[in-house]
């Protein structure tokens, strides 16, 4: 029997007050898979994130968690959350806030499991640290910790690094390479392309409440052209790919060219993030 | 109810009362509360001392004890209701939109406890220990009036619990005004809904003096609709429901006594009405997006 995907996203749509922020929007995420979501600022991301956590009703569409209703009681169960906007209670202590989560998780990890997850996020000198006490980096952290208790199978990280030096980011890194080797699928909303671009297997692009791209980094970064130099200067082909090289330069050669460099061109993330949110900023 | 629903409510029951006790909330209360007791047990030494020495030659047509003590203790009572409301309103400020708009609320709710659950065990959490508090502040008072002037209500236990009754409707009406109002907002209408109703019960007394019956009519409704006025003028009226004479009729005609008794049907309706508001503010939280 087949698994059903981790996350299910069908035909979302979400409107405030007349203002349509997700304007049916289509994604899936498999199991181990880590997604990034990329666009700009009001595109759509956190109220997708949210949707997907049941802390937003959605106006019309259906998203499922492991085949269950979002916001159900066994989807929560499933799933791991951080914030971009969150907040601890100042007085709990670093330990204090992941036993609080693992209860009402019902995680029965324990001792073992604080000490496993502030290892992963690099606070297992902080355990007994107020959360007031500490920076914004190292809160940041204490919330991924926190969105791991119970070793969900899902992961909605919104914003993850905004906070943290690139230490921290490092750190977050090869967090997400361990989970990812641990079979948990990620939802990372990002503004950081290099960041989605290093961890994430596929990428998705949101633009005024419309998935615009998706696919991995590599397909997404194709080809844009292949740029000759000839005795008669520089001509760029187009769309070619990096296979259309040899036949290109054969026919130039056969047409009586003389060759002197042949350059593939790729688009960068950003090239196509660029041009797929139209230069949009929120 | 399921045994990880119950740790979750426990948890958050918790959580209330370490917010509480780590925000110093308890201990501005406790210091006012000690204030008050200190003031009141010299307030309720000075004027049974002077009564005394007042009353020594008067006919016994007013009992001067009974009115000095019914009347101290009703003022005791409305400071245990003040101090009682502050502590409900405090434990419930911003649970819900003033949380959700800080970050504080989301990592909870996307828990498995689901928001009815986690909205109720925050209601447990702070009317059990706003009615735990004003029982305890009241048995203080009794015992202060019984040993300044040996006098003691009526009925010991019916007022006590018309006060923890009482700060439990406010705190379920407070956490009613989080889900919808901003923390300033909240505070601002809770109190003032607070003073609307007392004023109100005062309408009602000054009604019943003057034998005006719109005043009569209009406290009355007051009461059933903000049933903790209902019941807080129950309670003073139940300190002095034995009393007859003369002394009786001037205790329920002044600022601190109570004419209405509160009756099998004002407990039901304040049972009803506060699962209703509950019921209510569940119904706004599950539908809010966070």
Same mark, same amino acid.
Request: glycine share 12%; aromatic share 6%; charged share 15%.
């Given at each position: 029997? !087949?698994?059903?995907?981790?996350? +299910?996203?069908?035909?979302?749509?979400?409107?405030?007050?007349?203002?349509?922020?997700?304007?049916?929007?289509?994604?899936?995420?498999?199991?181990?898979?880590?997604?990034?979501?990329?666009?700009? !600022?009001?595109?759509?991301?956190?109220?997708?994130?949210? #949707?997907?956590?049941?802390?937003?009703?959605?106006?019309?569409?259906?998203?499922?968690?492991?085949?269950?209703?979002?916001?159900?009681?066994?989807?929560?169960?499933?799933?791991?959350?951080?914030?971009?906007?969150?907040?601890?209670?100042?007085?709990?202590? +670093?330990?204090?806030?992941?036993?609080?989560?693992?209860?009402?998780?019902?995680?029965?990890?324990?001792?073992?499991?604080?000490?496993?997850?502030?290892?992963?996020?690099?606070?297992?000198?902080? +355990?007994?640290?107020?959360?007031?006490?500490?920076?914004?980096?190292?809160?940041?952290?204490?919330?991924?910790?926190?969105?791991?208790?119970?070793?969900?199978?899902?992961?909605?990280?919104?914003?993850?690094?905004?906070?943290?030096?690139?230490?921290?980011?490092?750190? #977050?890194?090869?967090?997400?390479?361990?989970?990812?080797?641990?079979?948990?699928?990620?939802?990372? !909303?990002?503004?950081?392309?290099?960041?989605?671009?290093?961890?994430?297997?596929?990428?998705?692009?949101?633009?005024?409440?419309?998935?615009?791209?998706?696919?991995?980094?590599?397909?997404?970064?194709? +080809?844009?052209?292949?740029?000759?130099?000839?005795?008669?200067?520089?001509?760029?082909?187009?769309?070619?790919?990096?296979?259309?090289?040899?036949? #290109?330069?054969?026919?130039?050669?056969?047409?009586?060219?003389?060759?002197?460099?042949?350059?593939?061109?790729?688009?960068?993330?950003?090239?196509?993030?660029?041009?797929?949110?139209?230069?949009?900023?929120? | 109810?399921?045994?990880?629903?119950?740790?979750?409510?426990?948890?958050?029951?918790?959580?209330? $009362?370490?917010?509480?006790?780590? @925000?110093?909330?308890?201990?501005?209360?406790?210091?006012?509360?000690?204030?008050?007791?200190?003031? *009141? %047990?010299?307030?309720?030494?000075?004027?049974?001392? =002077?009564?005394?020495?007042?009353? %020594?030659?008067?006919?016994? &047509?007013?009992?001067?004890?009974?009115?000095?003590?019914?009347?101290?203790?009703?003022?005791?009572?409305?400071?245990?209701?003040?101090?009682?409301?502050?502590?409900? $309103?405090?434990?419930?400020?911003?649970?819900?939109?003033?949380?959700? /708009?800080?970050?504080?609320?989301?990592?909870?709710?996307?828990?498995?406890?689901?928001?009815?659950?986690?909205?109720?065990?925050?209601?447990?959490?702070?009317?059990?220990?706003?009615?735990? *508090?004003?029982?305890?502040? *009241?048995?203080?008072?009794?015992? $202060?009036? %019984?040993?300044?002037? =040996?006098?003691?209500?009526?009925?010991?236990?019916?007022?006590?619990?018309?006060?923890?009754?009482?700060?439990?409707?406010?705190?379920?009406?407070?956490?009613?005004?989080?889900?919808?109002?901003?923390?300033?907002?909240?505070?601002?209408?809770?109190?003032?809904?607070?003073?609307?109703?007392?004023?109100?019960?005062?309408?009602?007394? $000054?009604?019943?003096? &003057?034998?005006? =019956?719109?005043?009569?009519?209009?406290?009355?409704?007051?009461?059933?609709?903000?049933?903790? /006025?209902?019941?807080?003028?129950?309670?003073?009226?139940?300190?002095?429901?034995?009393?007859?004479?003369?002394?009786?009729?001037?205790?329920?005609?002044?600022?601190?006594?109570?004419? /209405?008794?509160?009756?099998?049907?004002? &407990?039901?309706?304040?049972?009803? *009405?506060? %699962?209703?508001?509950?019921?209510?503010?569940?119904?706004?939280?599950? @539908?809010? =997006?966070?």
């Amino acid at each position: 029997m !087949n698994e059903p995907p981790v996350l +299910a996203v069908t035909e979302l749509r979400k409107a405030y007050r007349g203002q349509e922020a997700l304007a049916g929007v289509d994604l899936r995420i498999g199991p181990g898979e880590v997604v990034g979501l990329l666009g700009p !600022n009001g595109a759509g991301k956190s109220t997708l994130t949210k #949707i997907a956590c049941g802390l937003v009703r959605p106006s019309s569409g259906r998203v499922e968690v492991l085949g269950q209703r979002a916001g159900s009681p066994p989807a929560r169960a499933a799933l791991g959350y951080l914030a971009e906007l969150f907040r601890f209670p100042g007085w709990c202590t +670093a330990t204090e806030l992941l036993r609080l989560h693992q209860r009402l998780a019902g995680s029965p990890g324990g001792a073992g499991e604080r000490h496993e997850l502030l290892r992963m996020v690099g606070l297992a000198d902080a +355990a007994e640290k107020r959360v007031e006490a500490m920076s914004k980096g190292m809160q940041q952290r204490l919330g991924i910790a926190q969105a791991l208790v119970g070793s969900p199978r899902l992961l909605l990280l919104d914003e993850p690094t905004s906070a943290l030096d690139p230490v921290g980011r490092r750190i #977050i890194r090869q967090l997400l390479q361990e989970v990812r080797g641990r079979g948990v699928s990620v939802l990372l !909303n990002s503004h950081l392309l290099t960041e989605v671009e290093l961890v994430c297997d596929r990428v998705a692009i949101i633009a005024r409440g419309r998935l615009v791209r998706a696919g991995t980094a590599a397909e997404l970064e194709g +080809a844009a052209a292949v740029e000759v130099e000839l005795e008669s200067g520089l001509r760029v082909f187009e769309g070619a790919t990096r296979e259309d090289a040899p036949r #290109i330069v054969a026919d130039l050669v056969a047409a009586g060219e003389r060759v002197y460099r042949v350059e593939v061109r790729h688009s960068s993330l950003e090239d196509v993030y660029l041009e797929a949110v139209g230069g949009e900023t929120g | 109810m399921s045994s990880s629903t119950l740790v979750s409510v426990a948890t958050v029951v918790g959580l209330s $009362i370490q917010e509480g006790v780590r @925000r110093r909330v308890f201990l501005a209360v406790l210091v006012l509360t000690v204030a008050f007791l200190t003031l *009141y %047990a010299l307030g309720a030494h000075f004027a049974f001392r =002077d009564v005394d020495q007042f009353a %020594a030659g008067d006919s016994g &047509i007013l009992d001067s004890r009974a009115f000095t003590g019914a009347t101290l203790f009703g003022l005791a009572m409305f400071a245990t209701l003040f101090l009682g409301t502050v502590l409900a $309103i405090f434990l419930t400020l911003g649970v819900v939109r003033g949380d959700a /708009e800080t970050g504080l609320l989301q990592p909870i709710v996307v828990r498995p406890i689901g928001r009815t659950t986690l909205l109720l065990a925050r209601f447990a959490g702070a009317a059990l220990l706003s009615a735990a *508090y004003v029982v305890a502040v *009241y048995l203080a008072a009794l015992a $202060i009036t %019984a040993l300044a002037g =040996d006098w003691s209500p009526d009925h010991l236990l019916g007022p006590a619990l018309a006060l923890a009754l009482g700060v439990a409707i406010l705190a379920a009406l407070s956490l009613l005004a989080s889900t919808a109002l901003s923390l300033t907002a909240q505070g601002i209408v809770v109190f003032m809904v607070f003073g609307g109703g007392l004023t109100a019960g005062l309408l009602a007394q $000054i009604g019943n003096a &003057i034998n005006s =019956d719109s005043l009569h009519t209009i406290g009355r409704v007051a009461s059933w609709a903000l049933p903790f /006025e209902g019941l807080y003028a129950a309670g003073l009226h139940a300190l002095i429901s034995n009393t007859s004479g003369l002394t009786g009729v001037v205790l329920q005609l002044g600022p601190f006594g109570g004419s /209405e008794a509160a009756g099998p049907g004002l &407990i039901a309706w304040a049972v009803v *009405y506060l %699962a209703g508001v509950l019921a209510l503010a569940a119904v706004v939280f599950s @539908r809010r =997006d966070l």
